[in-house]
């Protein structure tokens, strides 16, 4: 038994120690109760289409519910697995709209001479706001399928939900013009870099990007290269006849491009006069809104013809570069 088990068997039973004596139930015993509660109220819900008053809390006000807590934790994992951008930048979570004040340089400091007046050297900033856009998948389920005992219905909506809602998200997060949904990446990162030839990326260009990069965020940074990219570089080798690539020593880890973690994206575009096609910088910076809790929606009725149950599951999310210095792109001449 390791020592976090242990620890928790032990705090439990003191718990349950208290409450004999003093009469007053713990209050994290009564909060696990209703989300233990909740979560199979919720399911049998999906299940059977029957609401139970255990979810009442937990209605939109039009017919959805807020998934449960733990499941919430696993979407949001199978969300990371789908959209690299959730395993580099920082996700919080929002109530409202959110304003930031960006800097767009970090300002600096001067010498005085005795007695001289001081002159602020401020760093320049302006706003944004993390707002949250809609983002929704449907999935339909037999009637005969939802009765089968053997049915995983928690784990195939999962995978799902990561599957289609991740690759939505990515695409937007880095290549959106902002209409309806979050405005990608590439029109939020400063051009670091273009190109020296026309339509061509050379591992000089790729040095030039990560020098763009001032050194505070250069030392954290990783590149973000699109598939195109990424196979040109990998072709390229050493006057020995080694790649360049260092290749990771640990499983699932992405490999090495000039000491620093290399990842690869099929939303960024392929090497042509014109277009972004790498990224590099401190993505702590890249903030992901998530806005309250996922929900999820029992339609019987629409399918009901055809012997099947639709469920919808949606979320409210936004993304934004809050400190442009610190994530430059790689441009290609033309």
Do not use: C
Not at 109 to 130: R, S, T
Not at 169 to 181: D, I, K, Q, W
Not at 289 to 306: P, Q, S
């Amino acid at each position: 038994m390791n020592e976090t088990r242990a620890y928790e068997e032990l705090r439990r039973h003191l718990d349950s120690l208290a409450e004999d004596l003093t009469g007053k139930p713990d209050k994290t015993a009564i909060e696990q109760k209703k989300a233990k509660a909740y979560n199979t109220a919720f399911w049998e819900t999906m299940h059977t289409g029957i609401p139970s008053d255990a979810l009442k809390e937990g209605g939109d006000g039009s017919g959805g519910y807020l998934v449960p807590d733990t499941y919430e934790d696993t979407l949001v994992e199978a969300l990371r697995k789908e959209n690299v951008l959730r395993r580099l930048g920082y996700t919080i979570q929002t109530t409202r709209d959110l304003n930031i004040a960006v800097a767009h340089d970090s300002g600096g400091a001067a010498w005085v001479k005795e007695n001289e007046p001081i002159y602020p050297v401020d760093a320049a900033f302006d706003k944004l706001v993390l707002g949250a856009y809609k983002l929704a998948t449907s999935v339909r389920i037999s009637d005969e399928l939802l009765e089968d005992s053997g049915f995983d219905l928690e784990r195939y909506i999962r995978r799902e939900f990561g599957e289609r809602i991740g690759r939505a998200e990515e695409e937007a997060f880095l290549t959106s013009s902002g209409t309806g949904r979050p405005t990608g990446l590439i029109h939020q990162a400063p051009v670091g870099v273009v190109s020296e030839r026309e339509g061509d990326v050379t591992l000089d260009d790729m040095i030039s990007l990560m020098h763009s990069v001032k050194a505070g965020h250069w030392q954290k940074g990783v590149w973000l290269l699109s598939e195109d990219v990424d196979m040109r570089l990998r072709r390229i080798k050493l006057f020995d006849g080694r790649p360049i690539w260092e290749r990771s020593l640990a499983t699932r880890e992405p490999d090495i491009l000039f000491g620093h973690k290399a990842y690869t994206t099929k939303h960024l575009d392929e090497v042509a006069p014109g277009n972004t096609v790498a990224l590099f910088g401190n993505f702590d910076y890249y903030w992901i809104g998530d806005r309250g809790k996922r929900v999820m929606k029992r339609l019987a009725e629409v399918l009901a013809n055809h012997g099947q149950v639709k469920f919808i599951a949606s979320e409210r999310v936004d993304a934004k570069l809050v400190l442009p210095e610190a994530v430059k792109s790689l441009k290609i001449k033309g």
